[in-house]
T-cell receptor, first 116, second 110 residues
Framework: NAGVMQNPRHLVRRRGQEARLRCSPMKGHSHVYWYRQLPEEGLKFMVYLQKENIIDESGMPKERFSAEFPKEGPSILRIQQVVRGDSAAYFC??????????????FGSGTRLTVV | GEDVEQSLFLSVREGDSSVINCTYTDSSSTYLYWYKQEPGAGLQLLTYIFSNMDMKQDQRLTVLLNKKDKHLSLRIADTQTGDSAIYFCARGAAGNKLTFGGGTRVLVKP
């Protein structure tokens, strides 16, 4: 039973390029969350999705960032026209119906984005 | 200030107990969590506590919750070098999301 799979593990982009981060949730999990971790900081919530629906995007920057979780395939976090401040570790988590308590959230190993 | 706060750093000798503290401001949380992050890795759920509990013990880990003071702690007994990592407390917020503290870096010295 594979855990939450994120790829790529490391991504280097030049300023102005696009970054696409992928997340495949655990089998049986229908809820996906994206978090961003800036250097030396904790994780900040970005967006919460179910299949084909964005449930909560209150943590997403208003411009350049978008997320989707299609009916088939992984969840994608897309960052357009990247800037140096986007350099961070991006973590995906998944959960079954509700993520609270014993079920918890299972995190992937993250994608470390470096903008040069 | 931040919703969830932790001290930045803790140094402890191998074999001693470690105590990592966390305070939060929002009392509406139903669950509070402790995660461990090793260098270059994702987050590993260590333990959690429901908000109507005072204490939870799981092998070397003891979680204490003082709901009145909004204070959460994680005690690691017999700390080992493999316990060196960053420890995050988090609270379950409305809408299924988590709010994290900034993390406490624990260094275990032999």
């Amino acid at each position: 039973n594979a855990g939450v799979m994120q790829n790529p593990r490391h991504l280097v982009r030049r300023r102005g390029q696009e970054a696409r981060l992928r997340c495949s949730p655990m089998k049986g999990h229908s809820h996906v969350y994206w978090y961003r971790q800036l250097p030396e900081e904790g994780l900040k919530f970005m967006v919460y999705l179910q299949k084909e629906n964005i449930i909560d995007e209150s943590g997403m920057p208003k411009e350049r960032f978008s997320a989707e979780f299609p009916k088939e395939g992984p969840s994608i976090l897309r960052i357009q026209q990247v800037v140096r401040g986007d350099s961070a570790a991006y973590f995906c988590a998944s959960s079954p119906q509700t993520g609270q308590g014993a079920n918890g959230y299972t995190f992937g190993s993250g994608t470390r984005l470096t903008v040069v | 200030g931040e919703d969830v706060e932790q001290s930045l750093f803790l140094s402890v000798r191998e074999g001693d107990s470690s105590v990592i503290n966390c305070t939060y401001t929002d009392s509406s949380s139903t669950y509070l969590y402790w995660y461990k992050q090793e260098p270059g890795a994702g987050l590993q759920l260590l333990t959690y506590i429901f908000s109507n509990m005072d204490m939870k013990q799981d092998q070397r880990l003891t979680v204490l919750l003082n709901k009145k003071d909004k204070h959460l702690s994680l005690r690691i007994a017999d700390t080992q070098t493999g316990d060196s990592a960053i420890y995050f407390c988090a609270r379950g917020a409305a809408g299924n999301k988590l709010t994290f503290g900034g993390g406490t870096r624990v260094l275990v010295k032999p």
